[in-house]
């Protein structure tokens, strides 16, 4: 929004006489500023899209695979998944915390199991 005021303030102040001596073909600022505004927009939304595409994938995969796993856990009801993410992955951390967490439950019920078992006995 700056920057738009800004080229808004100055695109239609008139050039002086000294860029028409030097035989610049402008009538005005909007003539200077407007390739250049337009090229910047484009090569910021080229590598916005490049960044877009490259940089995230660690993060959002891992979440993702996660987020499928923890989904199958609780379908299933199965406390013996093991969430596994690639190599260089920014979330191995939140995957590790989780796969403890995933072994005291089972720690958990099987001493559940066994206190059920002894009261049956």
Known sequence: ?????????????????SFQMFHVKAR???????P????????????????SLFFPKPIAGG????????????DQG?????????????VSTLAEQIN???SDFRGKFAKVDRQIEQLKS
């Open 63 to 74: 979440i993702y695979r996660i987020e499928q796993d923890l989904q199958r856990v609780i």
């Open 28 to 34: 005005n600022f909007l003539d200077f500023l407007l």
């Open 1 to 17: 929004m700056l920057s738009g005021l800004i080229f808004y303030l100055f695109a239609n102040q008139e050039v002086t006489p």
């Open 36 to 51: 250049v505004v337009i090229s910047s927009f484009l090569i910021s939304l080229v590598v916005g899209v490049i960044g």
């Open 100 to 102: 403890s967490l995933l």
């Open 78 to 90: 199965d406390l013996t998944i093991q969430i596994t993410l690639r190599n260089g992955d920014q």
